[in-house]
């Protein structure tokens, strides 16, 4: 019966996969919005209750990889000082290691990144719920820190802070490429004041 279960979770997997680099595909030659759930779901050789199964709407397939990343920062885990996570600045360089890890996992594809920037910025509904999911990245992070016994409050404004230095590092760096190096100096900006940005 395991066996079954991993043939199932493959083939949900592979379907994911192809909807996602079809909507991919189809929002790049033809903009997000010429392009229908139909017509993602007929390039990825789906049907409608497939991409349904997987996506609530085609504007949710703009955010797969996010959904990835959440599910990846329920598996990592927080180095905390030998002092603990008592103090925000404690808190911030716990979660720095994790943030730089995710986003260099976001950055892996840079091609895809910048389509996905792009796309974000050409649309006002997309960049709503970019907010919203990047929210959703914050709880998690202070979740890995309320984990470790570090106050709830504290969690919550070093998440916060974490988050601040990526939106930073996103809005400035001249290219995607350099998200990781400017989320990392915005961060010792932070952990380090008086550092040059």
Known sequence: ???DLSLIE??????????????D???????FDAVSVNDIAERAEVGRTTFFRHFG???????????????????????????GLGTLLD??????PVLLRLLDRMTADLAGYRRHLQLIEQH???????????????????????????PDGTATLAAEIAMA?????????PDPADLVGAT??????????????
Do not use: S
């Not at 907010?131 to 016994?149: C, I, S, Y």
């Open 91 to 96: 808190a911030v360089r716990a979660l720095e």
């Open 184 to 197: 990392r100096r915005a961060l010792r900006q932070v952990l380090e004041p008086g550092t040059a940005g």
């Open 25 to 31: 595909e189809l929002f790049a030659a033809r903009g």
């Open 57 to 83: 709407d085609k504007q949710e397939v703009v955010f797969a990889r996010e959904q990835e990343l959440l599910d990846l920062i329920a598996a990592e885990r927080v180095e905390p000082a030998a002092a």
């Open 124 to 150: 006002a509904e997309l960049a709503a719920r970019d907010a919203v999911k990047m929210q959703g990245v914050a709880l998690r992070l202070r979740d890995l820190l309320t984990a470790q016994d570090c």
């Open 10 to 23: 493959r083939k949900r997997r592979q379907a994911r996969r192809r909807i996602v680099a079809a909507a």
């Open 165 to 173: 230095c990526y939106w930073t590092a996103r809005r400035t760096a």
């Open 1 to 3: 019966m395991p066996e």
